[in-house]
Each structure stands twice: as structure tokens, then as C-alpha cells.
């Protein structure tokens, strides 16, 4: 699956000597291009970023708009679920309907979509007033 062999690759780049826990990320976008990132984490622990975030951002970088697929990658005892941050920043960028497929390092996946990971989600309709 060329989504999670990029999110494996990318994994090892990943700037983690506080945690020790290195992630990985690949989006494959609606424009059809291929988009990874990895978290890259700071002594002044919250200014850390996740996977999640880096991939998104390489696509909006990119020029690239939508999310298709989006596969994360960790060295985890259970497919590693993406943080309520980055639950959010996904559904910014794909429809509910979206998989999201989640992995260990050791082989193990599963998939889930978008709604199945963000109920209740908040969205630019919950500011409509009119
Ligand atoms: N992390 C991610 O990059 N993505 C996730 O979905 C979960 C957590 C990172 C953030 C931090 O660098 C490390 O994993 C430990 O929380």
C-alpha cells in the first residue's frame, strides 16, 4: 500500500528525542498527489507538532486542497488513533466519509472514517447564525 510505505519511510525522520515515539503521516490528497509528514517535537514540549499536522501542512503547501485517504503509522502496542488536535485539523480538510487508516510499526491496522473518529464534529455551521 504505497500510503503506508510512505508513512513507514517518513516515520523514521521523525524529531521525537522527548517522547521517543516517532510517527508518521501520508495523506493522499483529492488532486491525487502524495503528501507526508512526521512529528517534530520541541523542548518546550507543547510547541511539538504531530505527524498529522506536518502531512496537512505539506499539502496545503503544495497547492494540493483535500484529504482522499490519510494512513499514521507508530511503533504502538494498538493502531496509534490521531489526537483530538489532529482529529479536528483532518476533518478541516475531508469529507466524513474519509478512511483513516491507522497502524503499529508491527503490522497491525485498523481503519476508521472521519465521523467514526470526530462525532459531534465543529464545523464553520455551528457560527451561522442567520
Ligand atoms: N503524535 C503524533 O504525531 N500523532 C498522533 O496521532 C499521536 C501523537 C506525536 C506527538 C508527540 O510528538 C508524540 O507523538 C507523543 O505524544
Redesign the pocket.
Known amino acids: 500500500m504505497p500510503l503506508l510505505d510512505a508513512a513507514t519511510r517518513v516515520r523514521e525522520r521523525a524529531y ?1 528525542p522527548y ?1 521517543r ?1 516517532k ?1 508518521g ?1 501520508a495523506i493522499r490528497s483529492v488532486e491525487g498527489n502524495m503528501h507526508v509528514g512526521c ?1 517534530v ?1 520541541n523542548v518546550a514540549y507543547p510547541e ?1 507538532t ?3 499536522a506536518g502531512a496537512i501542512a505539506a499539502m496545503i503547501a503544495a497547492g494540493d486542497t483535500r484529504i482522499a485517504e490519510i494512513c ?1 503509522i ?1 511503533d504502538s502496542p494498538e493502531p ?4 483530538g488536535g ?1 482529529r479536528q485539523k483532518i476533518a478541516e480538510f475531508a469529507a466524513q466519509e474519509v478512511v483513516v487508516t491507522l497502524c503499529t510499526t508491527d503490522g497491525k491496522s485498523k481503519q476508521m472514517t472521519v465521523a467514526a473518529l470526530l462525532p459531534g464534529v465543529f464545523t464553520a455551521a455551528h457560527m451561522d447564525r442567520s
Open positions: 521525537a517522547s515515539f510517527v503521516a512529528n517535537e511539538g504531530c505527524a498529522e499514521v507508530a496509534v488513533p490521531p489526537c489532529c
